[in-house]
């Protein structure tokens, strides 16, 4: 677990809202409780409670939307989230959150959003690179050189983590509003917004409402990635990868047809092992896909899903690769690198990404 911790990672599904800390939530439960808002022995319960289906996940999930609606919580837990990916040197994530109107609170889908980023502006303990070059070029108002810029983010002395973001389409909403999102990606792309998530419960819905989105999202530039395949749904995984998604999540109930497509494809697919053990979403971990994909050398990624709600991390998600798989450390080292290739940055980030790997490499005597 050390050395899994020790090694540079890549976080590329990681849902803002899944990976609160227990502390917090129940903090925050406390705070309601006492105001008579809630049932706090009730909440404290369904959090802490460890074994969960699919379907109670997504219940897990409507209790903790209760919880964190407000700015000032959206801040902090954006904050805490990062915070505790750069903890165990996590060097890139992609973090994705589903803009939440919440008229009450006077929320709506964007000032969510800046809640978001001034969680990430918070951050002192890490640099935390969001903006991306170009656009800091662009908004500086005095000339300055592209050096000075690329020394702020890239000096070795302190520790640090780049972060963009995925807007989160959820399957419960409408088309109308699915555009309202794809919009605001647009509209928040100078802030690290590089692309568009579609998840929720796979249960509900048709994937086939946010086509134009989606699609409108593409023509736009923005990356998709689906989760495709949570669930056994042959037609909608058919489509979904004859969408080309720059990439899924998941790809749990796949058929012979889906899994021949995909690696025709070369879609690289977002592995998330303990959510998938946890909601059976496969029967064991030995009979995880992870195996048949990677010996295919199919590009996959480790991720955590949620590493608040299935109590886990990066570094614990290698672990189990490697007690499960068998893999060594250079493996395991090579894994965490090759996802620098399918993330949804541009090239001077993944450039950087890959001297922070060399550098690695040779501290870690690989
Ligand atoms: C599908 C999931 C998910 O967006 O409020 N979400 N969608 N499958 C999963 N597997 C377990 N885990 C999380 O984060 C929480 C939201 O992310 C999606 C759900 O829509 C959930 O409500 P945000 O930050």
Not at 241 to 246: A, R, T, V
Request: hydrophobic share 40%; aromatic share 8%; charged share 25%.
């Amino acid at each position: 677990m050390e050395w899994c911790m020790s090694m540079p990672k890549v976080e590329l599904h990681a849902h803002l809202n899944g990976s609160i800390r227990d502390s917090t939530l129940l903090e925050l439960a406390k705070g309601l409780g006492d105001k008579g808002l809630i049932d706090f022995s009730q909440v404290e319960h369904v959090v802490l409670k460890n074994d969960r289906s699919l379907s109670e996940v997504f219940k897990l999930f409507d209790v903790i939307h209760i919880l964190t609606t407000d700015h000032a919580t959206v801040t902090r837990i954006t904050k805490e989230v990062i915070e505790d990916f750069a903890s165990e040197n996590v060097v890139y994530v992609e973090l994705r959150t589903t803009p939440k109107k919440n008229e009450a609170k006077g929320m709506s889908k964007r000032s969510y959003i800046e809640a978001v980023l001034e969680g990430l502006r918070a951050i002192s303990s890490v640099d935390v690179c969001f903006i991306p070059h170009s656009e800091e070029l662009k908004n500086h108002s005095n000339p300055i050189s592209i050096s000075a810029i690329n020394d702020k983010c890239n000096e070795n002395t302190r520790k640090k983590i780049f972060v963009r973001l995925l807007l989160s389409i959820d399957r419960r909403e409408t088309t109308e509003a699915a555009m309202e999102t794809v919009m605001l990606a647009l509209e928040m792309r100078h802030f690290g917004v590089v692309g568009i998530d579609l998840s929720g419960n796979p249960a509900v819905g048709e994937w086939v409402t946010y086509l134009p989105a989606l699609k409108f999202a593409r023509g736009q530039g923005l990356y998709v990635t689906l989760h495709c395949g949570e669930v056994p749904n042959s037609r909608e995984i058919h489509d979904m990868l004859d969408f080309l998604p720059e990439r899924i999540g998941h790809a749990c109930f796949f058929e012979e047809e889906h899994w021949k497509k995909l690696k025709s494809t070369k879609i690289p697919v977002e592995l998330c092992l303990t959510s998938n053990i946890r909601t059976l979403s496969v029967p064991s971990i030995d009979a995880h896909h992870f195996v048949d994909l990677y010996k295919a050398k199919h590009p996959v990624v480790l991720c955590t899903d949620d590493s608040g709600v299935f109590s886990t991390s990066l570094s614990n998600e290698y672990k189990i690769a490697a007690s499960s798989f068998g893999l060594g450390r250079k493996e395991m080292f090579e894994l965490s690198k090759s996802a620098v290739e399918f993330i949804f940055a541009d090239n001077t980030v993944k450039e950087d990404l890959r001297n922070i790997f060399s550098l690695a490499a040779k501290n870690l005597e690989l």
